[in-house]
């Protein structure tokens, strides 16, 4: 099984890095082979609108660290995606890199909605959301990330860490665990 861990936070070691990380050490324990990605460590441009990627080709035409990241999207069976929420959506790290995922949308996208992904169908996205809030004040992001996955042709399971502080020593060993049993759930 290959897994593409998406690390959208600007902290390596920040509160969502760190319930990806259980995810992945579990995964790979049970042997899944991993490919990380830090994105603030990366150099690559957001989307530019500029439909190439429907128009000139069926990939993004921007060829940046990002490319490698869009590449694997294609092979891997399952995606983490993690990201702090920071002001109401996504880090910006995250929302950069997400925007280009536009490019594994096909140009029929419009015509035939149900089939608009260039990804093969059974794909899962492990979204990991970690904020500040107690409640449900961040429902939206959670949702708005899912209806663009499961466009995306992905089974969504999500880990919403709430109630945290966002410092680098922030017990999350609730929300961890929670990651590796579903780690262990996915990799047999």
């Known amino acids: 099984m290959e897994i593409l861990n998406i690390l959208g936070s600007p902290r390596k070691n920040g509160t969502s890095a760190r319930i990806a990380k259980a995810f992945a050490e579990t995964a790979e324990r049970r042997g899944a082979d991993i490919y990380s990605y830090y994105l603030n460590g990366l150099q690559y441009r957001g989307c ?4 190439g990627c429907h128009t000139r080709s069926d990939k993004c035409i921007l060829r940046d660290d990002a490319t490698e990241i869009l590449d694997k999207m294609y092979t891997a069976d399952v995606v ?6 920071y002001f109401g959506d996504a880090s910006g790290q995250f929302k950069l890199f997400y925007d280009r995922m536009w490019s594994l949308i096909g140009p029929e996208y419009k015509k035939d909605p149900e089939n608009a992904s260039r990804l093969e169908a059974g794909k899962i996205a492990v979204l990991i959301l970690a904020q500040v809030a107690r409640s449900s004040e961040h429902e939206d992001v959670l949702d ?20 945290l502080d966002m410092m680098p020593n ?12 579903l780690a262990r759930e996915l990799v047999i």
């Open 48 to 51: 530019q609108g500029c439909e």
């Open 80 to 85: 983490v995606f993690s990201t702090p929420i």
């Open 144 to 163: 708005r990330y899912t209806m663009y996955l499961e466009m995306y042709g992905f089974k969504v399971l999500p880990i919403v860490a709430k109630g």
């Open 170 to 181: 922030t017990d999350i060993s609730t929300f961890a665990m929670e990651a590796e049993q």
